[in-house]
């Protein structure tokens, strides 16, 4: 496969220091998690915390602590909570836990951010005794070793926590502070690093010290891992599934034949998985969609049947490696859900912001000819049905490219983790605007703009 790597600099855009976030943890930080709709992040912590900051004034507004006995290496926040903030916390004791604090006393379910803006940034009202009003409220135990990553399902019902140990655990939620295993799954021959699960479907990812990605559904009340994924040559530290709609990539005004051909690929195969490696690489994969099942002919109807004719598993392949701009292992990659930009961090303490586009001459036809046909179509099977093979064969219909570059980023200090987020500072010059977060072994948290030239 040709991989979809260019770079050209002086990049096009800027990376800049908007504020470190303070006072910062006097140990390692390992990774943060900005709330789904506060202006406020979770960092977690090598001192067995949970620091909460505030996003408008970049200020520490509360300590979780005394629920675990070891380092906590990471933190997720439930998403659709009603009128309360649901934190997951995954420590090196073995164990994850579920803390709970009531926003608004519970009487909104989705507060205004702007409101939300006001409650947690008025520095001079706030409680001395916020840390109190999170409540450890269960802890799961069940894995044999260190706890390496817990991540909730789209819907906020499963709960997925992965291990040292080499298993994957899914929990369910029957009711408040009440948690049931559901699947625990050893599929992988090394202590796996990171669990991530679909934007829009039950489908859970994890990554390995085996080099593999795994995935997993339910199957008749059975989990499963229904697909493999191989390529990369050394431990996978990080995954994350693009945003529904990836707004990177836009139709062109006048497309054609192959970039419609590629739309519709993309759009049959759904979000792409991402994923970094300590093999220096950050590799893009799709999902070869299946075929839908043949129609009876007609005048008959269905027979029926206890043998499942439609197997569950799925193929998933490598369809691009971006460009190989670190220097040692990148521990985490993001996918903005905003831009459809990538970031990515690791051990070499650089932040690398890449971008997709369009190949040039993409909007050629074969024969040379612009396309001017805005109602070219991709090629599809009788049942509707793009091949995603078919559509972009050789990764050759869009590039990813490097547009930021920050070396030393935390000075002599490895960054554990990058994300997104929405941006609520009174600097901001629109809701749209998003800054990148980066936690390292300094302890400190820092958000940085992206300033495109």
């Not at 559904?217 to 529904?244: M, N, Q, Y």
């Not at 590799?283 to 099942?293: E, H, S, Y």
């Amino acid at each position: 496969m040709t991989p979809s790597s260019s770079f050209a600099p002086p990049f096009k855009a800027t990376l800049s220091l908007l504020s470190s976030l303070t006072p910062p943890s006097a140990s390692r930080a390992w990774l943060s998690a900005p709330h789904p709709y506060l202006p406020i992040i979770a960092t977690a912590s090598s001192d067995k915390s949970v620091r909460i900051y505030s996003l408008t004034s970049f200020a520490l507004l509360s300590t979780i602590s005394g629920g675990h006995k070891r380092s906590i290496r990471s933190c997720a926040w439930k998403p659709g909570a009603k009128g309360e903030s649901v934190l997951a916390t995954g420590s090196f004791d073995a164990s994850a836990g579920i803390w709970r604090r009531w926003d608004d006393g519970g009487l909104v379910p989705r507060p205004d951010p702007e409101e939300q803006e006001r409650d947690y940034t008025n520095g001079d009202n706030a409680d001395e005794d916020e840390d109190e009003e999170w409540r450890f409220a269960v802890v799961l135990d069940g894995h044999e070793s260190e706890v390496k990553s817990v991540a909730w399902s789209a819907g906020g019902q499963f709960l997925a926590t992965c291990s040292r140990d080499k298993s994957v655990w899914i929990w369910e939620e029957m009711e408040d502070d009440n948690f049931e295993t559901i699947a625990v799954l050893q599929e992988h021959e090394g202590d796996v690093k990171c669990v991530v699960w679909h934007p829009e479907e039950e489908l859970l990812a994890s990554a390995s010290y085996d080099d593999t990605i795994r995935l997993y559904r339910e199957d008749l009340d059975d989990w499963t891992c229904v697909a493999i994924v191989k390529g990369h040559d050394s431990t996978v530290w990080a995954l994350d599934f693009e945003p529904v709609k990836n707004p990177s990539v836009g139709t062109p005004p006048n497309p054609s034949t192959q970039q419609n051909t590629y739309l519709a690929a993309r759009e049959a195969s759904g979000p792409r998985l991402i994923s970094s490696s300590d093999d220096l690489s950050i590799r893009v994969w799709r999902r070869i969609p299946k075929q839908k099942p043949t129609a009876p002919p007609a005048g008959q109807g269905k027979i029926p049947s206890i043998i499942r004719t439609n197997s569950i598993e799925e193929e998933w392949v490598q369809e691009a490696t971006l460009p190989q701009r670190h220097d040692r292992a990148v521990y985490s990659v993001a996918w903005s859900e905003k831009s459809g930009k990538v970031v990515s961090t690791g051990g070499d303490g650089k932040i690398i912001v890449y971008e997709e586009r369009w190949r040039p001459n993409t909007n050629l036809e074969g024969n040379g000819r612009q396309s001017t046909n805005g109602d070219d179509t991709a090629m599809a099977d009788a049942n509707g049905t793009v091949d995603a093979a078919e559509g972009d064969p050789d990764g050759s219909t869009t590039e990813w490219v490097v547009v930021a570059e920050m070396e030393e980023a935390h000075g002599v200090f490895e960054i554990n983790g990058v994300c997104w987020s929405r941006r609520f500072d009174k600097g901001k010059q629109g809701d749209d605007e998003e800054i990148i977060l980066s936690t390292g072994d300094d302890g400190q948290v820092k958000a940085w703009t992206l300033d495109v030239s």
